[in-house]
């Protein structure tokens, strides 16, 4: 451990009748490297946090697009100011409507179930959700709605980031997202 190191010359003086007490001084060398010996076990044998990656596979650009059954689909619009205009089925046949993060879960469990129950349960006959981020959205609000499709146990979703449509687009500035 530590020494403590006291001088030897502690004879009074003259013309003094006490003698000077000596001031004890410590050798810290064994403490320091007792500490750099600790540091460096505790870096060495802590395990470094992990990063949570989420898979996201876009599909292959040579595979032509396939029909995706429209009683089957909900289509999700990422809006600017974390607004989501969706629709199920095909955009000239039903009126978008517009929610928030904070409903989405709700939105997307209420359409599984209407699907499931048109489809009497059929394991094949699942839900295909349309991502459709724009470029008013934020990568947040990408990153939440992927969330939600883990958490709602969407077993198909697909993101189409260049395939906006013409009405999606003015349904968008009609809306203000």
């Known amino acids: 451990m530590a020494t403590l190191n006291i001088s030897q010359s502690g004879q009074a003086a003259k013309g003094q009748a006490r003698t000077r007490k000596p001031v004890p001084a410590v050798d810290l060398t064994a403490m320091v490297d007792l500490a750099f010996l600790l540091i460096t076990f505790f870096m060495l044998t802590t395990s ?11 599909p292959v650009i040579d595979i032509p ?6 009683s089957r689909t909900v289509t999700l619009i990422l809006g ?3 607004h989501i205009l969706w629709y199920k089925g095909e ?17 997307l469990n209420q359409n599984k179930k ?11 006959k699942f839900m295909i959700v349309i991502i459709k981020p724009t470029e008013q959205s934020n990568y947040k609000n990408f990153v939440d709605v992927l969330d939600e499709m883990k958490i709602a146990d969407v077993k ?3 993101i189409d980031d260049k395939g906006l449509l013409d009405l999606e687009h003015s349904y968008l500035i009609k809306n203000q997202m």
Not at 91 to 107: A, D, M, N, R, Y
Not at 116 to 121: C, F, H, L, P, T
């Open 48 to 58: 470094l946090s992990k990063y949570q990656a989420m898979d996201v596979a876009k």
């Open 65 to 70: 697009d396939q029909p995706y059954p429209a």
């Open 80 to 82: 600017k100011d974390n």
């Open 91 to 107: 955009l000239e046949k039903t009126v978008p409507q517009q929610t928030s993060f904070k409903q989405i879960g709700s939105v």
């Open 114 to 124: 209407q699907i499931a129950g048109i489809y009497k349960n059929d394991p094949a």
């Open 156 to 158: 198909s979703h697909m």
